[in-house]
């Protein structure tokens, strides 16, 4: 039995790898089970991580979302409670881990939203992968060059833990990076011993957020347009300045969220006629009815909440594109993309080997 780390960063396609290579693997016969030792969740509501639903259902699993991730964790999880149940961590993920291999052929481990969560417990991705006897493929997101340098220093950390690296897939690149990324990125990873297994580009009916996942962060109050949360979230804008300075902004920014004051009716009504997939008022503060008739005449959602624009900018920072098992397009897209971009050989020499 062999089992696959999938390391990298939030948002930056590292399911979605995991999702195509499991589809992959089992139209060729392999049994493919999938784990997820740490999820994460932000805020108090409890609710199983979309990943670990979608893997289950798209790979079948006989198993519950509790065995396939029993740990969940958000970014105050230090707490005397979580601290006091330090001891049982480890061996209750080896637990579940042990229900997850039970008669597969390999298992698809995702590791968590950042490879270093955890560390201060040994419950980090290069610890984990480790203990877990798994081989790893970091998925690399490298919007700019420090992000390529943070991924290198990660790769000299997987083989200081002697973890094998089946090697390294480039994902969610968007076309301003995709010349540098098949040629200065890909060399660099290359020359240090690292084998590049694909440059995969971004799409977006994959990689942008939806409304929905912007108000699922926000737990906010929904004004208008209810029915069209599905819209994609490709762009945001601060609506804090002039109208005169931010109509520029506005209309260079495709389907983009504004998030704005309830007093900057102004500027909604401004942005309304541009390119908005979704307003978000902040402060608590209701906006004019006439914004809320004009965006109910564009389909545009409506959001408030009561915490200020900064607050609110720093609740969106964890939101990323979740890919849902009723999501037929999105899952062939995803299938479509590995298929073309992905080289397959190492993979399968691994599982078979």
Request: hydrophobic fraction near 40%.
């Amino acid at each position: 039995m062999k089992a696959l780390y999938f390391s990298g960063k939030a948002g930056g396609g590292k399911t979605a790898t995991a999702l195509g290579v499991g589809m992959k693997l089992k139209k060729e016969g392999f049994k493919v089970s999938y784990f997820k030792p740490i999820g994460f969740r932000k805020g108090t509501v409890k609710k199983d991580d979309d990943d670990v639903i979608l893997m289950r259902e798209i790979l079948k699993l006989p198993l519950s979302c509790k065995t396939i991730s029993p740990i969940t964790v958000n970014d105050q999880y230090l707490t005397a409670h979580f601290i006091k149940e330090l001891p049982g961590l480890l061996p209750r993920i080896t637990e579940a881990y042990r229900s997850c291999q039970e008669g597969y052929d390999l298992v698809l481990i995702d590791g968590s939203i950042e490879p270093f969560v955890g560390a201060n417990n040994g419950l980090d991705d290069f610890s984990l992968a480790a203990s877990l006897d798994a081989a790893v493929l970091p998925v690399i997101r490298a919007d700019n060059d420090f992000q390529l340098d943070e991924n290198l220093l990660y790769l000299d950390l997987w083989i200081a833990k002697q973890i094998q690296v089946i090697g390294c897939i480039f994902n969610n690149v968007d076309q301003a990076q995709w010349i540098k990324s098949n040629s200065i990125y890909r060399s660099t990873l290359e020359e240090k011993g690292f084998p590049v297994l694909g440059v995969i580009p971004r799409r977006l009916e994959i990689s942008s957020p939806t409304v929905a996942e912007f108000y699922d962060a926000l737990h906010g109050e929904l004004l208008a347009a209810p029915d069209n949360l599905n819209r994609l979230v490709e762009n945001v804008v601060i609506g804090t300045m002039t109208i005169e300075s931010a109509l520029g902004y506005l209309r260079r920014a495709p389907n983009k969220a504004l998030i704005t004051g309830g007093d900057r009716s102004d500027m909604a009504l401004t942005a309304l006629e541009t390119s908005t997939s979704v307003i978000i008022f902040t402060g608590g503060l209701y906006p004019d009815v006439r914004v809320l008739s004009r965006a109910a005449e564009k389909g545009v959602p409506v959001i408030l909440v009561h915490e200020d624009t900064y607050s609110t900018v720093e609740n969106l920072q964890s939101v990323y594109r979740s890919i849902h098992p009723q999501n037929k397009e999105a899952i062939a897209i995803v299938q479509e993309t590995m298929d073309k971009h992905v080289n397959w050989k190492p993979i399968f020499d691994y599982v078979r080997g």
